[in-house]
């Protein structure tokens, strides 16, 4: 047996952030579609998908029709379709669920009741689904405290659904304890709500797929849908066309590179994250440059870019011009000493810290202890910022 699982597909939603021409194969429709079609190849048992099928009561013509279209290619493979409703269409489904086939498309837990269903396929039983659906579009109670269905023992496998929000006590979207689900005898656990997609090793395993297809750069990292095996852990399949990055990049000193050479850098790093599929990204640049000016305008070039499936959404410049050291010997005594301090102190600071390595060996009490070269590095950063602060405040005094 094989099912597929996903949850949090917010149809007639836009992903945001995209250049106009990646627009239209972003619709979150085609990841539906994307999504039966990998239904059908992997000739899985059922499609199963945790809440938030629909964004809204008001998407509700924009995601019928692609809905029940492809809902009628699973019927003629009878793949089933088991849904729970979360807090974006826990109106919008039963209503649609009504102009849709009964017996091919299973509603689990409505009006807010736990509710047990025996997954059957050509006549076969295959497996016992607990699930839960959001009766209103708000719910702060947990779930999990509701009266639940017994949990018999034939052997067949066991999975629960539940959209929530995992130990957030506060919320008002059906906020329960992780750890309840883990007490609960079962194989695994299909959630939905987060976007994040993230797996917990079981039995019970947790999984919440996060959305097939991410929605803004709020959501960055991959993201897919998931098939699961009994006696396995579930595994991704069907990764997002599209995706969010949130990259960092550290000039070497002083450098200002052109947009191209800038451009390299990017796609260099791209090869080595061995990135596929169209990346909006959001980059953040670091280090030190005697030309701000150069790199600024370098920077404004690639803003809003679109280069071999990269979309270069934000730059956010966090560089700095170098330190001054002769200069910061004039703005006060302090400035004075730190710059001094820079110029000398760290090799022997970093001695003085390898000298005290040495002497706890030598007493055989911290046998073991970690290299403590690293120590300077970081020194030398805290004063480089206390430096910073401290030339900004005279220059700001006089
Ligand atoms: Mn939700």
Redesign the pocket.
């Known amino acids: 047996m094989k099912l597929l699982l996903t949850a ?1 597909l917010h149809l007639g939603r836009s992903p945001t952030r995209l250049p106009a021409t990646w627009q239209e194969e972003a619709r979150t429709v085609n990841a539906w579609r994307r999504l039966v079609d990998a239904a059908l190849e992997e000739e899985v048992d059922a499609l199963l998908i945790c ?2 099928v629909v964004d809204s009561s008001n998407k509700f013509w924009e995601a019928v029709g692609p809905l029940e279209e492809e809902i009628r290619r699973l019927a003629q493979a009878e793949i089933p379709l088991v849904l729970s409703a ?3 269409d826990a109106d919008v489904l039963p209503q649609l669920l009504q102009r849709l086939p009964k017996d091919q498309v299973i509603l689990l837990g409505a009006q807010g009741r736990w509710q047990r269903h025996t997954l059957q396929r050509h006549g076969q039983e295959l497996l016992h689904l607990y699930g839960w659906s959001f009766p209103s579009t708000q719910y702060p109670e947990d779930p999990t405290l509701l009266a639940q269905p017994d949990f018999p023992d034939d052997g067949l496998p066991r999975l629960g659904m539940l ?1 929530g929000d995992p130990d957030a006590k506060q919320s008002s ?1 059906a906020p329960y304890l992780k750890q309840r689900l883990r007490d609960m005898p079962l194989d695994g656990w299909l959630l ?2 987060i976007h994040a997609p993230s797996l917990e090793d079981g039995p019970p395993w947790l999984l919440m797929p996060g959305s097939p297809q991410p929605l803004d750069p709020g959501e960055p990292g991959p993201h897919s849908a998931w098939t699961w095996c009994p006696g396995e852990l579930p595994q991704p399949i069907c990764p997002a066309r599209q995706h969010y990055q949130r990259w960092d990049l550290t000039l070497q000193e002083d450098q200002a590179p052109s947009p191209s050479e800038l451009l390299g850098l990017i796609q260099q790093a791209r090869t080595e994250e061995s990135l596929s599929g169209r990346i909006s990204l959001r980059l953040r640049i670091h280090g030190t440059v005697r030309d701000p000016q150069q790199l600024q305008e370098s920077l404004q070039g690639l803003q809003g870019q679109e280069i071999e499936n990269l979309y270069i959404e934000e730059i956010e410049n966090l560089t700095q011009i170098p330190l001054d050291l002769e200069q910061a010997q004039q703005s006060g005594p302090l400035a004075r000493h730190l710059a001094n301090a820079l110029q000398e102190l760290p090799e022997e600071l970093k001695s003085q810290l390898d000298q005290l390595r040495h002497d706890l060996t030598e007493l055989r009490v911290f046998e073991g202890l970690p290299a403590l070269n690293d120590s300077a590095p970081l020194l030398r950063q805290q004063m480089e910022r206390l430096l910073r602060q401290v030339t900004t405040e005279s220059k700001g005094a006089s």
Do not use: S
């Open positions: 949090d809440g938030d979360g807090n974006h959209h979207y939905g709500h």
